[in-house]
């Protein structure tokens, strides 16, 4: 069984660009919510998915973007690029819609904006 | 402002001692779940509790739910270097699709 796999893990990118920030979900998992991690703190909610429909979203603007796939794979679009964009953006995976059930997490993609 | 409040934010120990980390809130959660974190990793689940007043066990370590489901506490005993990690307690709030995270208790446990 295939655990959650984002991609890419580290990049690096300037202010005012865009990035698109890719994740598989585990086998049989239907759901996928995005977290922000800024450093030496825990992860913030983006956004979740269900059946490729935005299913709940946080304090994050609309620069903040998403999909979900039919093969429930995701992705995560932001635009134009703050400095205060650098993060770890985790991917968590969950057979359950909603905030009940374990989140399986990515290793994330760590993104630095210079 | 965090809605969950995790103490201590850094704990450095030696090998063998006992430790307690805190999760608190004013807000009540319907579950409460706890995540280990290292290094290029994301969070693993170690536990959930649901029921207010509730103790689950794993091997050395002990979690606790508050009565009125607003806290909860981890409990370590005979810590072990490979105790070594950020632990995070996240809330799930009645009605809402996210997990609720604290900031996060950085333990390093020393040889």
């Known amino acids: 069984e295939t655990g959650v796999t984002q991609s890419p893990t580290h990049l690096i990118k300037t202010r005012g660009q865009q990035v698109t920030l890719r994740c598989s979900s585990q086998s049989g998992h239907n759901t996928v919510s995005w977290y922000q991690q800024a450093l030496g703190q825990g992860p913030q909610f983006i956004f979740q998915y269900y059946r ?3 299913n709940g979203r946080g304090n994050f603007p609309p620069r903040f973007s998403g999909l979900q796939f039919p093969n429930y794979s995701s992705e995560l679009n932001v635009n134009a690029l703050e400095l205060d964009d650098s993060a770890l953006y985790l991917c968590a995976s969950s057979p359950f819609v909603g905030n009940t059930g374990e989140l399986f997490f990515g290793e994330g993609s760590r993104l630095t904006v210079l | 402002t ?49 029921t207010g007043g509730e103790v689950k066990k794993l091997k050395r370590l002990t979690f606790q739910f508050g009565d009125a489901r607003k806290d909860s506490s981890l409990h370590i005993t005979a810590a072990q270097p490979g105790d070594t990690g950020l632990y995070l307690c996240a809330g799930a709030l009645q009605g809402a699709q996210k997990l609720v995270f604290g900031q996060g208790t950085r333990l390093t446990i020393n040889p």
């Open chain 1, 52 to 54: 490729e429909e935005e």
């Open chain 2, 2 to 50: 965090q809605l969950l409040e995790q103490s201590p934010q850094f704990l450095s120990i030696q090998e063998g001692e006992n430790l307690t980390v805190y999760c608190n809130s004013s807000s009540v959660f319907s579950s409460l779940q706890w995540y280990r974190q290292e290094p290029g990793e994301g969070p693993v689940l170690l536990v959930t509790v649901v």
